[in-house]
């Protein structure tokens, strides 16, 4: 293990076994890396967890400009993605179930953001200044795509940004459940640019208040997740890209830390 005393969002020994050898090798030539790369992903994984500034992070890590440096690298080169694919994927095969789902739900997410987030605009129907996240989730509620964006960009609109960037990743995908926001030329689009059937799921008439609705209420669930990382509470990233970037981590941490057999 460390010499220091470990953090509650430390990967354990099995956990970072089951990634390791996932992530990039060292350039060759040059200096040999020097810094203990669980370390640094253990100090991304810190920050996610409790909220701090980059240059807020312990002592006890790698220096912070080397810690962002590869979280930066990471997220240029797709490492973030591809990385949550890996694992989801073998998340799914361990259950019995095909790596990439057939089925699964669409929502978004407004957030308010910090004054330090660029790509903002206004969500007139929630009431907040911020971004939107729109996630895709299987029946289990891990997330197989996100797209964070504006948030005065209609439901039915970023869900087409969504899907056009999703559609490589899930070549098995048929059904997606929704909410009343993509009712209308969402669902015509989806059907003609993806060949995707998308089922309007709304609540049962004469439901007051809040009621668990079928097939929605998972996604709602994720969403539930990811905010209880501090680092998502608030849209404190100034790119959009990195907000996306930190929701794979969260997802990605929380299947390590729930299915370590995976």
């Known amino acids: ?9 430390d990967l354990n020994t099995v956990e970072w076994n ?14 040999h890396r020097s810094v203990c790369l669980r370390e640094v992903f253990n100090a991304i994984l810190y920050r996610l967890a409790n909220g701090c500034k980059w240059k807020d992070l312990p002592h006890d890590f790698p220096p912070y400009q080397t810690v962002y440096e590869y979280y930066n690298t990471w997220l240029k080169t797709g490492v973030w993605e591809h990385l949550h694919q890996l694992i989801a994927a073998r998340y799914r095969r361990e259950r019995g179930r095909a790596a990439t789902p057939s089925a699964g739900s669409i929502d978004s997410q407004s957030v308010k953001s910090a004054n330090t987030a660029r790509e903002t ?9 911020g971004r939107k996240r729109h996630i895709f989730v299987d ?3 891990i997330p197989h795509k996100v797209k964070v964006h504006r948030a005065d960009i209609q439901d039915r609109d970023g869900g087409k940004l969504l899907l056009n960037e999703a559609k490589p990743l899930l070549p098995r995908l048929e059904k997606i459940w929704a909410d009343g926001g993509y009712a ?9 640019e993806c060949q995707y059937k998308v089922e309007v799921v709304k609540k049962l008439a004469g439901t007051i208040g809040f009621a668990v609705i079928p097939r929605r209420w ?18 404190h990233e100034t790119r959009a890209k990195a907000s996306e970037i930190d ?3 969260a997802s ?5 830390r729930l299915h370590p057999a995976i």
């Open 184 to 192: 209308g030329q969402f669902i015509d689009w989806a059907k003609q």
């Open 139 to 141: 029946t289990q509620g």
């Open 121 to 129: 605009g206004y969500d007139a129907g929630k009431k907040v200044k």
């Open 218 to 235: 998972v996604v709602e669930r994720t969403f539930a997740w990811l905010n209880s990382d501090r680092l998502l509470d608030k849209e």
């Open 247 to 249: 929701i794979y981590a």
């Open 252 to 256: 990605l941490r929380r299947l390590l």
């Open 18 to 31: 089951k990634i390791r050898r996932l992530l990039p090798l060292a350039k060759p030539g040059g200096r």
């Open 1 to 9: 293990m460390f010499a220091r005393k470990p953090y509650s969002s």
